[in-house]
């Protein structure tokens, strides 16, 4: 059960996005449109403020998921192919990395992963994107009757899974 502070949280939230919510989703939709530069991922600083921009994308995915799809936790499992990507050093020193990899990397996250998603942890930080792939289908091959739901982040994953189906 959910504390006094938690509940005071949320609600203090849920005032400033509603008080703010023309200007959220604008910022929102840009960001999701911006998706990638010439086909290339879009790489960004990792700084508090998007730290703070994930938290708020996941907070509207979970609400969106759950209004038109249910309890998604208590059905079972996702079969979602995840990707991190190594993270660069810009020449300022400042860290940047794809968006996804930092929500991979937020503890926050990684704790509910083994709760959500088939695929372990290990699997979305393997450098090599092939074996994280096989190692994906194979868990999610054996965890299959979990499984209630296959996705990607990207719709270029799916697209890799089905290419890796057919030249294997």
Known sequence: MASVNEF???LKMIEE?????????????????????????????????????RTVYVSLLTSVMKKHF?????????LDF????????????????????SMYKDNDYRNII????????????????????????LIGLIRRDEVVMFASNFLTAILRVIKFFEDF
């Open 82 to 101: 995840m990707f991190a990507i190594l993270e660069i050093e810009t020449p300022s020193g400042i860290k940047a990395r794809i968006v996804t990899t």
């Open 17 to 53: 996005l509603t008080t703010i919510a023309e200007q959220v989703q604008e910022h929102v939709l840009g960001q999701i449109l911006s998706g990638t530069t010439g086909g290339e991922l879009k790489i960004v600083p990792v700084t508090s403020e998007i730290s703070n921009l």
């Open 114 to 137: 083994s709760k959500h998603y088939t695929s372990p942890i290990e699997t979305i930080f393997c450098s090599d994107t092939k074996q994280s792939m096989y190692r994906q289908l």
């Open 8 to 10: 005071e949280d949320g």
């Open 70 to 78: 249910g309890n998604m936790d208590q059905a079972g499992k996702r």
